[in-house]
């Protein structure tokens, strides 16, 4: 079955800092692999993907996130942490092909300390 | 940039009550889907919908969900008869013909049941 994980329930990162949340997935053929934020009461807002292709992507906001076949993880990182990029995360995967449903992590709140 | 957009953004209704949720999805998108998030749980597929039917549902989208795409331009979810364990944030999204198409959500509607 098709699941993913994201083991920080918080990361939390002082200004300025690099910062990495995690994400490792499971799935049985290939995997389309997503994040999303969430800012607090607002909806899901896409950051990058993964279909093919290099294994690091950029994104939106100066995240990029790397896609790790070997080791299932597709974690997202950015150089350097905003007080403004706080926020709820979260890693969604599906399969490739005609699947269309995002199987979604519990997210990782990450908070950025001025 | 084209987006989502859904109402209400909130809705508190009575247990055994009906309530239609509306989306409008982005225009020229041909997958809609709808996803619902219990507060401190997952996001959890719900239904996704295409060329006027449904594509595929989730085993919580019962016989008391249902999907309808009244128009070229609207997309609603109703709630036949609202139970306590329905609220929850629902989210419309929409997606492009492609398996690998970002999936784009809207800013939710919260449904409180009393």
């Known amino acids: 079955a098709q699941s993913v994980a994201q083991p920080e329930d918080q990361v939390n990162v002082a200004e300025g800092n690099p910062l990495t949340v995690k994400c490792t997935y499971s799935?049985?053929?290939?995997?389309?692999l997503f994040w999303y934020v969430q800012y607090p009461n607002r909806g899901l807002q896409f950051l990058l993907k993964y279909i093919t292709g290099d294994n690091l992507v950029k994104g939106s906001y100066g995240f990029e996130a790397e896609f790790n076949k070997s080791q299932t993880s597709f974690h997202l990182k950015k150089p350097s942490a905003l007080v403004s990029d706080s926020a709820l995360y979260f890693c969604?995967?599906?399969?490739?092909?005609?699947?269309?449903?995002?199987?979604w992590g519990l997210g990782t709140s990450l908070a950025v300390n001025p | 940039e084209p987006e989502v957009t859904q109402t209400p953004s909130h809705q508190v209704t009575q247990m055994g009550q009906e309530v239609i949720l509306r989306c409008v999805p982005i225009?020229?998108?041909?997958?809609f889907y709808w996803y619902r998030q219990i507060l401190g749980q997952k996001v959890e597929f719900l239904v996704s919908?295409?060329?006027?039917?449904?594509?595929?549902k989730s085993e919580i989208f019962d016989d008391q969900f249902s999907v309808e795409r009244p128009d070229g331009s609207n997309f609603t979810l109703k709630i036949r008869s609202t139970k306590l364990e329905d609220s929850a944030m629902y989210f419309c999204a929409s997606s492009g013909r492609t398996s690998g198409n970002t999936i784009y959500f809207g800013e939710g509607s919260w449904l409180t049941v009393v």
């Open positions: 919908f295409y060329n006027n039917e449904i594509s595929e």
């Open positions: 225009s020229n998108h041909l997958y």
């Open positions: 969604a995967v599906k399969e490739g092909g005609n699947n269309r449903k995002l199987i």
């Open positions: 799935v049985s053929g290939n995997p389309y």
